[in-house]
């Protein structure tokens, strides 16, 4: 199992606006690219930060429906969102492999 984690952390004035764009127009648009099983936004807890962080998570199908996805959806994407917050939001993103003995 690939997760791609897409971590933001937002400015308190933008918060709720952030949470809605990401439930309402940006996560759906991840999931039409038909290369994710499905979406979760999680709110962090701690450690307390500047802002509010969200980590999206998003489940691949395969490896290679998460390279597909970052270079022929992200982009765009990743426009759109910091189009929509201009300099109130810091995003970065990791990748996790469920490891099993």
């Known amino acids: ?3 791609f984690n897409v971590t933001s952390i937002v400015e308190d004035s933008v918060h709720q606006d952030f949470y809605n ?9 991840v999931l039409a690219s038909n290369k994710f099983a499905d979406a979760k936004l ?3 807890t701690e450690p307390v930060n500047e802002g509010v962080t ?9 490896p290679a429906d ?5 270079n022929e959806y992200l982009p765009e994407l990743h426009h759109r969102l910091m ?4 300099e109130k ?9 469920l490891t099993q003995p």
């Open 66 to 70: 998460l390279e597909v996805y970052r």
């Open 1 to 3: 199992m690939i997760i």
């Open 89 to 97: 939001i810091v995003v970065f993103s990791s990748v996790l492999e």
């Open 54 to 62: 969200y980590c999206a998570q998003y489940t691949a199908h395969s």
């Open 42 to 44: 999680f709110r962090l």
């Open 21 to 29: 764009f990401m439930h309402d127009i940006y996560m759906p648009a």
């Open 83 to 86: 189009k929509q917050f201009p």
